[in-house]
């Protein structure tokens, strides 16, 4: 129950609509219960012609309303049964049109809410999650279990309510009718509840194997997509294919167990129901041939008897639908009662606009037990560019991170204008820093919503500014659908060089005062580079701007640059400077040119 309790605000606004559907519901069974009751007449009165052998117990006005019944002629009596029987099934499936409908309607509103809270979710949760989690992990809970859920609350719900409401109905009726008869026959359902049980332990664990092998599915089949050019460089497709269809031959063997569990729990309830059936027929047979109950009643009771079984079948099948659901449920609520570790503090304020200075101040970090930093002090003025190298994995882009608030130090602080950036709201840091990594990442959408995807109400007169400005116009023109070409999946369509002038183009239109240029030129030909480049000092004039570099013709113009070695700051000037007096920056520099 703790899990389904993360998950009731999503169906708590729709509980309305559940409640007129389990009303519907309610009223279904009642018209079903009340049709079913017609046999009596029919049997006794209109077939046989003869008077039923009433139970004492049956209830008065249902016996009051026989006897007035039996005065009238055959063919009376046979016509009123049928315009009864029409109005009653008309009532009856009309109520079963409703339930269906707002069941549904609950169903598909709660599988469109709680994947937007997902999502939602997804948003506010701290690079270190997506750092630990698979890609195709966290897909799989946003589509596979979510589904999985919407299943049991369109079934689960439905049998819960309806069913249950079946049973209730058809069994008052056979007691009310047979109360001997009634016991007897329903001896039997406590022999159901222990395979019920048994079985549904079983399906609980082949349940969150399904969700695990599918959650593999979608990591290995993502994994290959986007890694497609790779796999075909190194003629891996039939090692790739191998890969996959073990995987889905996994999730087929849980699968088919769970099929040849379920199915059978549902023998053995049809087999109990069979033995119910034939011992009322045996003492229900003898009753009629001894004259103590008529044909209709016993038929009837029969009737209402297998109706009875049915719902409780359905219940029992309930059980093990839900013990599948437990561990989609458990999975899906894991990840919302996961707190970020990045959090806003309560009191946060709105950051002024960026004036004076960045600094960081005896900056400790450390992914787990990894130290990356180990006490960085460093002041960036207003206007200045300070550019930051250091061999791999000395903590540059580990300082970008932290400045962005991706992730907080271990200790000391980051503050921009003497404002700790724990103290500020996260949009209102974020909003002031324009970010361009060495991987540009675009969406699969237009040119124009890339470009316009930190300022979407940007006018297509500034989206062609920008895109001029980070010279992407004359490409994006010579595009047969201009502005409106589609990038392709993470910008497919187009070059490196290409997809990164768009994404200073991107940054440009956002026009932030502090830029952070993440190894921005790494991965470009000469050509590209020089078209990079002139658009990078572009959106470079005015700004205070971070630069994290391989490429040493690219922090040469730095006002400053930072040399980081073991996570600490081991030297700092410009690019003569560092040249004459330092000789890990040679050494950094003689290995970049020399590769």
């Known amino acids: 129950m703790k899990n389904y309790r993360a998950l009731w605000p999503y169906l708590r606004p729709h509980s309305g609509l559940l409640m007129g559907a389990a009303l519907c519901m309610v009223a279904t069974s009642l018209f079903k219960g009340v049709s079913l009751g017609l046999l009596v007449p029919l049997v006794d009165f209109v077939l046989l012609n003869q008077a039923p052998h009433l139970p004492a117990w049956l209830p008065a006005p249902l016996a009051s309303w026989l006897t007035g019944f039996q005065a009238l002629g055959p063919l009376p009596k046979l016509n009123t049964l049928a315009v009864v029987v029409v109005v009653l099934f008309g009532f009856k499936n009309l109520a079963l049109f409703f339930q269906t409908t707002l069941i549904n309607d609950v169903s598909l509103r709660f599988l469109r809410d709680i994947r937007n809270g997902l999502y939602a979710h997804y948003q506010r949760l701290s690079q270190n999650f997506f750092s630990s989690e698979r890609t195709g992990e966290l897909v799989s809970r946003i589509t596979y279990d979510v589904a999985v859920i919407q299943n049991t609350i369109t079934e689960g719900l439905t049998d819960l309510i309806f069913q249950s409401s079946q049973v209730v109905i058809f069994a008052t009726i ?11 026959a329903l001896l039997l359902l406590p022999a159901i509840g222990l395979p019920v049980i048994r079985m549904g332990k079983a399906l609980r664990k082949l349940g969150f194997a399904v969700q695990e092998r599918m959650a593999d599915l979608n990591s290995r089949l993502i994994e290959t997509l986007q890694g497609i050019r790779i796999v075909k460089a190194f003629t891996a497709e039939r090692a790739e294919l191998d890969r996959f269809s073990s995987i889905n031959q996994a999730y087929y063997k849980a699968n088919i167990k769970t099929v040849k569990r379920r199915e059978g729990l549902s023998s053995i309830t049809d087999m109990m129901g069979m033995v119910g059936g034939l011992v009322v027929l045996e003492v229900g047979g003898r009753a009629v041939l001894n004259g103590e109950i008529s044909p209709g009643i016993i038929v009837f009771f029969l009737a209402a008897l297998l109706s009875l ?47 004076r200075e960045i600094r960081f101040e005896e900056v400790r970090f450390s992914y787990g037990d990894r130290p990356v930093l180990q006490g960085v002090d460093l002041a960036i003025r207003r206007g200045e560019v300070v550019a930051i190298v250091g061999s791999s994995g000395s903590g540059k882009t580990t300082m970008v991170n932290l ?40 969406f699969h959408d237009s040119i124009r919503v890339n470009v316009a995807f930190g300022r979407p109400e940007a006018s297509l007169e500034e989206v062609v500014a920008a895109a001029k400005a980070a010279n992407a116009d004359g490409f994006v023109r010579r595009l047969p659908a201009g502005y409106d070409a589609q990038v392709g999946d993470l910008g497919a369509k187009l070059s490196g060089g290409e997809r990164q002038r768009i994404t200073i183009a991107r940054a440009l239109l956002k026009n932030p005062p502090i830029l952070v240029l993440d190894e921005a030129t790494s991965q470009l030909d000469s050509e590209s580079e020089s078209l990079v480049q002139e658009a990078l000092e572009r959106l470079m004039e005015g700004r205070t701007v971070l630069v994290i570099a391989h490429r040493f013709s690219t922090i040469r113009k730095a006002d400053r640059i930072v040399v980081l070695d073991g996570g600490r700051i081991a030297e700092g000037g410009r690019h003569e400077e560092l040249m004459r007096d330092s000789a890990l920056y040679r050494r950094l520099y003689q290995l970049q040119v020399a590769s």
């Open 174 to 184: 056979i007691f009310a009718i047979h109360w001997k008869l009634a016991v007897m």
């Open 309 to 355: 079984y049915a719902p409780v079948q359905r219940l029992s099948r309930l059980y093990s639908l839900n013990q599948q659901a437990l561990s989609a449920v458990k999975r899906v609520a894991v990840i919302l009662e996961t707190e970020p570790s990045v959090k806003e503090a309560p009191n946060a304020v709105t950051l002024p606009p960026f004036s």
């Open 403 to 442: 400045l962005l608030r991706l992730y907080d130090p271990t200790s000391g602080r980051i503050t921009v204008d003497g404002q700790d950036l724990r103290s500020v709201t996260l949009e209102s840091l974020r909003r002031q820093i324009g970010l361009v990594t060495q991987d540009p990442f675009l």
